[in-house]
Nanobody, 124 residues
Framework: QVQLVESGGGLVQAGGSLRLSCAAS????????MGWFRQAPGKVREFVAG????????NYGDSVKGRFAISRDDAKKTVYLQMNSLKPEDTAVYYCAAGTSGYVHFLAHYYNYWGQGTQVTVSS
């Protein structure tokens, strides 16, 4: 079992920045793939960023490339999502996810564990 707890969401103006955190606990993490997804009202859950717990195989969704950065701190068992140059269309609930396949997938159903989500609202 893996437990995931997100934090760091909030309200920010367009052009601003936020950093989301995902604290993980439970089983060993060396074979996990970690992902950030988001879901806006009426839309499907969208892949934002992901990496293998080893720190490699980093991938980003096309809509956030060049603006967001994913990283992890192994000692703190925490994954981060640094979000810069935020736009109103980034407004969504952001979810942290963990997958036991060990590979970063763009589709949500490959991930076994999910956090409760944190709201990010970007005002224009």
């Amino acid at each position: 079992q893996v437990q995931l707890v997100e934090s760091g969401g909030g309200l920010v103006q367009a052009g601003g920045s936020l950093r989301l955190s995902c604290a993980a606990s439970g089983r060993t993490f060396s074979n996990l793939a970690m992902g950030w997804f988001r879901q806006a009202p009426g839309k499907v859950r969208e892949f934002v960023a992901g990496l293998k717990w080893s720190g490699d195989n980093i991938n980003y969704g096309d809509s956030v490339k060049g603006r967001f950065a994913i990283s992890r701190d192994d000692a703190k068992k925490t994954v981060y999502l640094q979000m810069n140059s935020l736009k109103p269309e980034d407004t969504a609930v952001y979810y942290c996810a963990a997958g036991t396949s060990g590979y970063v997938h763009f589709l949500a159903h490959y991930y076994n564990y999910w956090g409760q989500g944190t709201q990010v609202t970007v005002s224009s």
